[in-house]
């Protein structure tokens, strides 16, 4: 699975980890992630994530 990066602070989202804090369990695809979750680090929605190069 992808990871995918927030363009406005920069954290990682990574499919293996999640975000249990946000109640995202690990092994969810960013695509399967509800569209109201935001990033736990600057609060932005989904839209201002993109896919992490390699």
């Not at 990574?14 to 569209?35: K, L, N, Q, R, Y």
């Amino acid at each position: 699975m992808k990871k995918y990066v927030c363009v406005v602070c920069g954290w990682v989202y990574d499919p293996e980890v999640g975000d249990p804090e946000g109640g995202i369990a690990p092994g969810t695809a960013f695509e399967d992630i509800p569209d109201d979750w935001v990033c736990p680090l600057c609060g932005v929605g989904k839209d201002d994530f993109e896919v992490q190069e390699d």
